[in-house]
């Protein structure tokens, strides 16, 4: 059972919803056993662009620096700077990380951004070896929780912003799944600030409820790393022709030139 949660968080705003939706997930998963820590980037002042500081003492290849490479000989050598091995710590002690924040342009804020461009360095969060279903963190689970300003209806597949499935497609594919996170489903909170009081109240009381069952939740489906020819990662002939019949494709990232799978990348078990 899932013991240690760390909370990544990202508002300004103690007064926020995002803010809320933090402190409740604090309350009710602390009620339940378990260990809760919060990074709140914001009042850490969490640095966000990813630079040459992040290393301590000199650096390979000053004329043609590559924050890849570099990160990745510090991090075995034990030179990263402390604001990043902090937070590696944290993941290492956690079974579950859920991200807390408002969506920016599609995306996350930049301060988050930057924690993940930063703190999931590589060679600790990632290898050539270690990647997807076969990745570092894949006896960890995760999820994303976030504000959006749109209604739900503008993020739909004949909405205006278009289908959200294919929004979080990079975060949690490109990101969590890529780094072998069990991925849960997300928690969407749909345009809290165009809501009526009575709404936002029901919204955070929706993740009450959720949060009460969380821990047995089952993860989202992302197609395994042994589906791919280890030489070229295109899909093995025998899956592609095992799902040729199919109606729809394998993921939002990968169709087959058939419709997307509906609400895979939100709801387990699609």
């Given amino acids: 059972m899932v013991k240690k949660v760390l909370i990544v968080y990202a508002h300004q705003s103690s007064g926020s919803f995002n803010a809320a939706a933090k402190d409740l997930a604090v309350e009710v998963l602390t009620a339940q056993g378990c260990t809760v820590e919060v990074s709140d980037l914001y009042a850490m002042d969490f640095k966000a662009a990813a630079t040459v500081d992040d290393i301590k003492g000199s650096v390979k290849d000053a004329d043609h620096f590559s924050y ?17 091995t902090k937070e590696h710590a944290k993941i290492i002690e956690a079974d579950l990380i859920i991200f807390q924040f408002p969506m920016y342009w599609f995306g996350l804020p930049a ?5 993940i461009d930063r703190v999931l360095t590589n060679g600790f969060a990632f290898s050539t070896e270690q990647l997807y279903s076969q990745g570092v963190f894949k006896d960890k689970k995760t999820m994303l929780s976030f504000t959006t300003g749109s209604l739900e209806s503008m993020f739909s597949p004949t909405g205006i912003n278009g289908d959200m499935n294919v929004t979080l497609w990079p975060i949690q594919n490109g990101i969590l799944n890529y780094c072998g996170f069990q991925v849960l489903a997300p928690q ?29 939740e089952k993860p989202l489906s992302f197609i395994p790393l042994d589906s791919f020819d280890q030489k070229t990662f295109q899909l093995k002939p025998d ?11 394998l993921t939002v990232g990968i169709h087959l030139n058939k419709p997307l799978p509906p609400h895979s990348q939100m709801k387990a078990g699609c």
């Fill in 239 to 249: 899956v592609h022709e095992q799902h040729a019949s199919k109606e729809f494709g």
């Fill in 188 to 216: 969407i909170f749909w345009a809290p600030a165009l809501a009526a009081a009575e709404d936002r109240k029901g919204m955070l009381e929706g993740w009450r409820t959720r949060l009460q069952g969380l821990l047995e």
């Fill in 111 to 115: 301060i988050m951004k930057g924690w």
């Fill in 68 to 84: 890849l490479r570099e990160t990745k000989l510090a991090f075995e050598e034990g030179r990263l700077s402390e604001d990043i």
